[in-house]
Each structure stands twice: as structure tokens, then as C-alpha cells.
């Protein structure tokens, strides 16, 4: 067990080593102290976690973490911005994404670009060779576009060329002089287009009637709720079909034996512990930045762990409930499928149904720790337990 633990610490390491550099600067200081300026040369990329910064210098990607960023510089590949507010007038060779309140691009963009933010504007000095992804509630549009624009605002103002095709979804379109679509327009508002907006599209137009909220409502909720009942019965059929396939691998042969009922809550209440602190220690690992690699290994390891401490904390179920009914139930498929039962009339009750499959997985985890450690909790005590 040793020698598996090195392994994956070693395999971990491995993976940090061979993470692409970063440059790391933060300035999460006072807000006085911490407006950063910097027009320096970096051949990795640059990550900066701070109030405010006026980058004018180059580097491979820019990931802004901040209130206000000013942008003059250039990136070999992308920026990534979440902000308050992004000042946009360099340029960036492979597009850019970005999530705030204002958003302007003064500068050029090349490759595809998602921007989600309040207020988008695209100056008359920027051009975007890409196609362009936007949500917000204001979006201006008085820069070229040489690619498609895909879009869903409150208001969309077009006051410059597009050279692709559009499809929006907007509350209003309005076309500036200048505004003008060489490609197909396929839109959706709450009024239809004018003939002099119309003449001002070199493709076809395509017009979608918006529909009211209270109409398509409860259509949504029964697709969702079908949506609902559809995973949930097919995460059933998984969780049973693996766990039957599982339970044939000779290490699952532990789960024969005794186990007395003193055991069997002690074994729950251990594998709380590991349950919790395993999305803690995800998040922990994105904090600390240098450990993503890790955290990336965690999410991956999520659905196996997750099917086999199902597996677990059902035969343990089945098998509490054959003790309990004194049934005459020895082979550990068996009491699996006994369990699986029982969380399937469990899971019609709502938030009953949750804290069930939080207990069966606490229990799988619970066996699976007192295996790695060799701790005595799934065998049955012994008599000088008063059990």
C-alpha cells in the first residue's frame, strides 16, 4: 500500500513539474499599493491576483484576477479577465475571455472571443478577425468584425461592418449609419426589424417571434423535471450494473466478513471525515495555484471513488438489513441488490433520498480507510465490546 502512495505522490509531482511556467504576481494589498504597472517581456505567461493593472509589456497569456485592468500590451495566445472593468487596447493572438461589469476593446483580436459582462463595447479602432461570443445588457458595436457575432443583450447597437454571419437575441436592434451585416442575420426582439434596417443586410434575415415567459414556462419545468427522472434512473442502472462488476474483483471478498451493528455506525461516522474534506481539499488545491495539477487528479478520481464507496456502502446496507431480518443471505451480490432496493424506495422521498446516498457513500468511505490504515472496523468485535 506504501509503494501506491508513493506512486501517486511521485505521478503528481510529475504532473506539477511538467506544467507550462507562470509568472505569479500578487498585490492583494491596500488599494493605494496595489496599482501595478508593468511593460516587461515575459516568455511564459503572467498571472496577476491584485487591485489594478496596466499591462503594457508582451507575454505568452495574461489571467487577470482584479478590479480594473488596462491593456496595451500583446499576448502570443490569450487574456483571461475577471474584473470590474477592462480597458482593452492591445492585442491578443488568440482571443480573449472576459467576465465583469464594463468590458471595452479599443485594440485587435485575432481567433474566437466570449465575453460575459453588463456593458460591451467594441470601439471604432478595434477589429476583431474572429468570431465573437457576448452576453450582456448593453452591447455597442462600432468596430469591424471580420467573423461571426453571437450575441444576447437587452440592446444591441451595430454601427460598423460585420463580415460574417449574426445571430442575436436582443430586447432591441438598433443600425447606426455605418452599421451594416455582409452575411446572414437570424434574430429574435420584441419587434421586428424595419425595412431601412433590413436593406442594411447583404444576406437573408430570419426573424424568430419572441414568446412569452408564462407560456413556455411550465413546458421547461416538465423538461427539466423529465430530465431529472431520466438521469437519475440511468445513474441507477450504472451505479448497479458497476457495482455487480465490481463486487466480483477479489479484494471485494473483505465484504463477507461478520459485522456487528456497533461496527457498522462506527464505520459511517469515520468515513464522514474523508466525504468532507474531499471537495474541501479540491478547492484548497486551486487556492494554492501550484497545486492544480493535484486538484485536477481529484476531480478525475471523483466518479470511480464515487461508484466504488456506493458499491460498499450498499452490500454494508444490505447486509445490515439481512442481520436485522434475519434473512439467510450470505453472498455479498446478493445483499448489494438488497441495498440497492432499499435506496431505490428511499430515493421517492425528497431530501430523505440525499441525506441516504450521503450516508451509503460515508459508509464505503468509512471501509475504505480502515483498509488503507488496517483498522479492525469492518470485522465483527470482539466480545469484550458488549456487543
Not at 351 to 365: K, S
Amino acid at each position: 500500500m506504501k509503494n501506491k502512495i508513493n506512486g501517486i505522490i511521485g505521478m503528481v509531482f510529475c504532473l506539477a513539474v511538467s506544467a507550462s511556467a507562470m509568472v505569479i504576481h500578487n498585490y492583494c494589498t491596500d488599494k493605494d499599493e496595489s496599482i501595478k504597472t508593468e511593460s516587461g517581456i515575459f516568455d511564459e505567461d503572467y498571472l496577476f491576483l491584485g487591485h489594478e493593472l496596466n499591462f503594457s509589456g508582451q507575454a505568452e497569456d495574461l489571467v487577470f484576477l482584479g478590479k480594473r485592468l488596462t491593456f496595451e500590451g500583446k499576448t502570443k495566445l490569450g487574456l483571461i479577465a475577471l474584473c470590474e472593468k477592462l480597458i482593452y487596447s492591445g492585442s491578443s493572438g488568440n482571443g480573449i475571455i472576459a467576465g465583469g461589469m464594463d468590458v471595452v476593446v479599443n485594440g485587435s483580436i485575432a481567433s474566437n472571443s466570449y465575453i460575459g459582462c453588463k456593458s460591451f463595447t467594441l470601439s471604432d479602432k478595434a477589429i476583431v478577425a474572429g468570431n465573437l461570443f457576448v452576453g450582456a445588457a448593453d452591447l455597442a458595436i462600432d468596430g469591424k468584425i471580420n467573423g461571426d457575432l453571437y450575441a444576447a443583450a437587452g440592446k444591441i447597437v451595430i454601427n460598423n461592418e460585420i463580415r460574417g454571419n449574426v445571430n442575436v437575441y436582443s430586447g432591441r436592434i438598433l443600425f447606426g449609419e455605418k452599421g451594416k451585416i455582409l452575411g446572414n442575420l437570424v434574430y429574435s426582439s420584441k419587434e421586428k426589424m424595419n425595412d431601412r434596417d433590413a436593406a442594411k443586410i447583404v444576406g437573408t434575415v430570419t426573424f424568430k417571434e419572441n414568446h412569452k415567459m408564462d407560456k413556455n414556462w411550465n413546458s421547461f419545468v416538465k423538461f427539466i423535471r423529465s430530465i431529472k427522472y431520466i438521469l437519475s434512473i440511468a445513474l441507477f442502472i450504472s451505479c448497479v450494473v458497476v457495482g455487480c462488476l465490481l463486487l466480483f474483483f477479489p479484494v471485494f471478498k473483505k465484504l463477507d466478513a461478520k459485522q456487528s451493528e456497533r461496527t457498522f455506525w462506527n464505520t459511517a461516522l469515520w468515513g464522514l471525515i474523508p466525504m468532507l474534506m474531499y471537495p474541501a481539499v479540491i478547492v484548497l488545491c486551486f487556492l494554492l495555484i501550484l497545486t492544480i495539477p493535484f486538484a485536477i487528479v481529484l476531480i478525475l478520481a471523483f466518479f470511480p471513488l464515487l461508484y466504488i464507496t456506493y458499491t460498499i456502502g450498499t452490500t454494508f446496507i444490505g447486509k445490515y438489513l439481512v442481520s436485522k431480518f434475519k434473512w439467510n443471505v450470505e453472498k455479498r451480490h446478493y445483499q448489494f441488490m438488497i441495498g440497492a432496493l432499499a435506496g431505490l424506495l428511499i430515493s421517492i422521498i425528497p431530501f430523505v433520498n440525499f441525506l441516504y446516498m450521503m450516508f451509503v457513500i460515508a459508509i464505503g468511505w468509512g471501509t475504505y480507510i480502515s483498509f488503507l490504515f488496517n483498522k479492525d472496523l469492518t470485522v465483527a468485535e470482539r466480545e469484550r465490546s458488549g456487543v
